[in-house]
């Protein structure tokens, strides 16, 4: 079993930055690859970046040049920086692990409003 906590969401203006953080614990070692995922209301949970063990990171194509995901392996913590936020930004954002069995484990969300 992996356990993540999630921090760092909140309310910004447009044109802001956020950092959202997420810790993991329990069966770390199982883990390979690490991301962001985010959701709104009625909509499905979609990616926003991840981060594999080796540290090949994938963007979704709306995020591109505005967030940065990053891991400290040593701490089990992956981060997304989040700059130039825009209101269509705004949604719960859910860390995300995924083991070396194809398992996925789910933080428990964090708030991202972006005010116009």
């Known amino acids: 079993q992996v356990q993540l906590v999630e921090s760092g969401g909140g309310l910004v203006q447009a044109g802001g930055s956020l950092r959202l953080s997420c810790a993991a614990s329990g069966n770390i070692f199982s883990i390979n690859a690490m991301g962001w995922y985010r959701q709104a209301p009625g909509s499905q949970r979609e990616l926003v970046a991840d981060?594999?063990?080796?540290?090949?990171?994938n963007y979704a194509d709306s995020v591109k040049g505005r967030f940065t995901i990053s891991r400290d392996n040593a701490n089990n913590t992956v981060y997304l920086q989040m700059n130039s936020l825009k209101p269509e930004d705004t949604d719960v954002y859910y860390c995300?692990?995924?083991?070396?069995?194809?398992?996925?484990?789910w933080g428990q969300g964090t708030q991202v409003t972006v005010s116009s």
């Open positions: 981060i594999t063990g080796r540290g090949y990171r």
């Open positions: 995300n692990a995924l083991d070396v069995s194809g398992r996925r484990y």
